[in-house]
């Protein structure tokens, strides 16, 4: 069961306050943790690292966030609610531009979040704002009631995946101390002696075309996405 209170404090009435102020606050616990978790890995954001961070003992962070899968539910919902995703009167295709950058934007920044699953995301602030954004978006392009949801839970699918696999570019070069330019530079050797050109025609003829230095595939695909949404409506 999740801890809804956690996740909407923002939006419940203020507590009149009684007896000693508290040291910290929730938001703060929070973000400690996503400070650590940005730096060395979600496993690193423990309760008790997340407590030394803070100068206090880790039993005090209990009286703020119940347990790590709290707090991990809280940290997910912030960086999902940091998009800033909200109505503009800019064009329906310019607003699905703006939720694929900034979500991968959040996943580059956060690179944790590839530990992650959302497949059952935190039912709070950051969740709903995303489905009200793409929602409207839809919405907005003219698309059938009985499609909208359909539409925007393809172009989630699909922003997701490559912001994903930017997350985890991010999340593999810390760990390993190497850019994944790097890493493939390094595998000259394979295209040399291993690569077989006649085993792979359609990729060598690719390569011989000059095929592989566009690596735009993210907005080619995005845009042919879009293209049948706004076809599907007309």
């Known amino acids: 069961m999740e801890n809804y209170p956690l996740l909407w404090r923002r939006t419940l009435p203020a507590k009149k306050p009684t ?39 880790t039993m005090t962070l209990y009286t703020y966030v119940p347990s790590r899968a709290d707090l991990i539910a809280a940290m997910v919902d912030d960086v999902l609610l940091a998009r800033h995703l909200a109505a503009t009167e800019q064009s329906w295709r310019d607003r699905v531009a703006v939720f694929a950058e900034r979500t991968r934007e959040m996943f580059v920044t956060h690179p944790w979040l590839t530990e992650v699953s959302l497949v059952r995301p935190p039912l709070g602030p950051g969740t709903m704002a995303e489905r009200e954004f793409l929602v409207a978006t839809m919405t907005g392009a003219g698309v059938p009631a009985g499609q909208i949801n359909r539409a925007a839970l393809a172009v989630t699918a699909y922003v997701y995946a490559f912001a994903r696999e930017a997350g985890e570019d991010a999340r593999l070069s810390r760990i390993s101390g190497q850019s994944t330019e790097s890493w493939w530079l390094e595998r000259g050797e394979f295209w040399e002696k291993w690569f077989d050109v006649e085993a792979y025609p359609a990729m060598t003829a690719l390569w011989n075309a000059g095929g592989f230095e566009d690596q735009a595939g993210f907005e080619y695909g995005l845009a042919l996405l879009l293209d049948g949404i706004e076809r599907s409506v007309e």
């Open 19 to 57: 007896g000693r102020p508290p040291r910290l606050s929730v938001d703060a616990v929070v973000a400690a943790a996503i400070r650590i978790a940005d730096a060395d890995g979600l496993e690193a954001a423990s309760m008790a690292r997340v407590a030394a961070d803070l100068g206090v003992a």
